[in-house]
C-alpha cells in the first residue's frame, strides 16, 4: 500500500487542454514536494509547498498543499508537448529524517 | 557541475553475486539516500545518510548495505544478488532534511538474472 496515492496513473490529452493531477493520504506530512522525471533520468523538483492551504504557481502550473497537509493537487493549463512526463509527490515525514514518494502519474501531451 | 554521479549506468548480474553502485556528490550536502524505482510502485527509499559515519535504514533495507566515509560518497551494496532487485536505482542527495530539495542523479539500471 502507497502512503502516497496519486491520480490517475496515465493521462493522454491534447495539447491545449487543461488537466489536474492528485497526491493524497491519510497522513499529515510536514512538506510536500513535486517533481518530475524523464526517461533515463532522475526526478527533479518542480516546487515544495509547506504550509497547509498553500497555492503556488509555476508558470502554466498551479500547486496547492490541502489545508490538513494531507493532500495535494497540480493543475496544468494548456498543456504543452514538453509536459510530457512522470509526475511525483513526495511528501516529508515529521521527523524530517525520510522522503516517502508516490507512485507517479505518467503524462503525454499529444501536439 | 557534475551534481550527483551515479555508476554504473547499467549492470547485468547473476543471483548470488555481489556488487557496489557508487553515487557521488560534489555540492557538499549533508543528506544523502539511495532509492529503488519499480513500475507502480514509485520511489522507495532504502537507506539514507544525514551526515558522513552516520547512516539509517529506510523503507526497504534488506538486502543492502551502506557505509558514509565521506561527504562525497555514498555506496550502496547488493550483499548477495536476488531477481527481486532487479531496478532502478537513484542516489539522491541534499542539504538537508524535510522540505529540502533534492537533487538525483540519473540511475543504475540493474538486472539480476
Known amino acids: 500500500t502507497q502512503l502516497l496515492e496519486q491520480s490517475p496513473q496515465f493521462l493522454s490529452i491534447q495539447e491545449g487542454e487543461n488537466l489536474t493531477v492528485y497526491c493524497n493520504s491519510s497522513?499529515?506530512?510536514?512538506?510536500l514536494q513535486w517533481y518530475r522525471q524523464e526517461p533515463g533520468e532522475g526526478p527533479v523538483l518542480l516546487v515544495t509547498v509547506v504550509t497547509g492551504g498553500e497555492v503556488k504557481k509555476l508558470k502554466r502550473l498551479t500547486f496547492q498543499f490541502g489545508d490538513a497537509r494531507k493532500d495535494s493537487s497540480l493543475h496544468i493549463t494548456a498543456a504543452q508537448p514538453g509536459d510530457t512526463g512522470l509526475y511525483l509527490c513526495a511528501g516529508a515525514s515529521w521527523n524530517n529524517n525520510d522522503m516517502r514518494f508516490g507512485a507517479g502519474t505518467r503524462l503525454t501531451v499529444k501536439p | 557541475n557534475a551534481g550527483v554521479t551515479q555508476t554504473p549506468k547499467f549492470q547485468v548480474l547473476k543471483t548470488g553475486q555481489s556488487m557496489t553502485l557508487q553515487c557521488a556528490q560534489d555540492?557538499?550536502?549533508?543528506?544523502m539516500s539511495w532509492y529503488r524505482q519499480d513500475p507502480g510502485m514509485g520511489l522507495r527509499l532504502i537507506h539514507y545518510?544525514?551526515?558522513?559515519?552516520?547512516?539509517d535504514q529506510g523503507e526497504v533495507p534488506n538486502g543492502y548495505n551502506v557505509s558514509r566515509s565521506t561527504t562525497e560518497d555514498f555506496p550502496l551494496r547488493l550483499l548477495s544478488a536476488a531477481p527481486s532487485q532487479t531496478s532502478v536505482y537513484f542516489c539522491a542527495s541534499s542539504t538537508g532534511t524535510g522540505n529540502q530539495p533534492q537533487h538525483f542523479g540519473d540511475g543504475t539500471r540493474l538486472s539480476i538474472l
Open positions: 545518510s544525514v551526515g558522513a559515519g552516520i547512516t
Open positions: 555540492m557538499n550536502h549533508e543528506y
Open positions: 497522513s499529515v506530512f510536514s512538506s
